[in-house]
C-alpha cells in the first residue's frame, strides 16, 4: 500500500517576499519537505481578496458554505485548496502592535464561516467544518524580549489567533522571532538612533540562525504529528 504524501501549506502575511517573515517560512517549508510533506508557499500579497463584507451567507439557515467564504475572488479557491491540507503554516510581521492588516484579513475569511452560533456542545464550540490540521503560525517583530513582555504584552494580544487556530482545527503551534534586523542590511538610512545596533547586531548574528533553525524544526514536527495521526 503507497503511503499518502502530506500536503503542508504556508501562507506568507508580509508585503516582502525575501524578508524575516518568508525566510523564517522559507525555512519551516524545509522541516516539512525533509519530513515528506508536499509543501506550497502563498504570497498574500499577491492575491486580490479583502476580509469579512458581512454579508453572513455562512451563517443562513441551511446554508451550504459547508464552513469556506463565499466571497468569489482570489482568496477563494486557496480556501478550497486548505480543506485537503494536513498541516498549515502562517506567518506575518509586526509592523503595530499586531499582524498585518493581509494577515488578518485572511484569518478571518478563514475563521467566521467555520463557526456556528448554534448552541454548544459539551467543548463549546460548534462548527460548521469539521477539519482537522496540524497549524503553526510564526510572527517575526523588531521588539527585543522585554519590550515583547513587559511593555507591548505580545504574550497576550497575539496568542487568541493561536487559540482559535487550535479550537477550529485541533492543534496549533506559535513561533516568534524577536530583535529582529529591521532595516537590513544598513539602518544608517534610517530614521533610528534610538536602536541599539550593538544588541541588533548580536541578535543578528547568534539568535537569528537559531530562529530559522526553530522554524525548520516546527515545520517539520507538524508534518510528523500528522502522520502519526
Known sequence: M???????MFFNGSPRKNKNTAQMLESAMKGAQEAGAEVELIHLQD????GCVSCFACKRKGNTCGGLCIQKDDLRPVLE???EA???VAGSPIY???STGMFRNFVERLFFPILSYNNADEHGLIK???KKMLCGIIYTMNVPNDYYYNLFHYHEILEPVRVQMEAFFGYCEQLE???TWQFYPDYSKFDASAVDMEQ?????DNQWPKDLLAAYDLGKRLVEKAKEQ
Open 128 to 130: 460548521y467544518l469539521d
Open 47 to 50: 492575491l486580490n481578496f479583502k
Open 200 to 204: 541588533k547586531q548580536w541578535f543578528r
Open 2 to 8: 503507497v503511503e499518502k504524501q502530506l500536503k503542508a
Open 96 to 98: 503595530w502592535h499586531n
Open 81 to 83: 485548496r486548505i480543506l
Open 86 to 88: 494536513d498541516v498549515l
Open 177 to 179: 522571532a524577536r530583535n
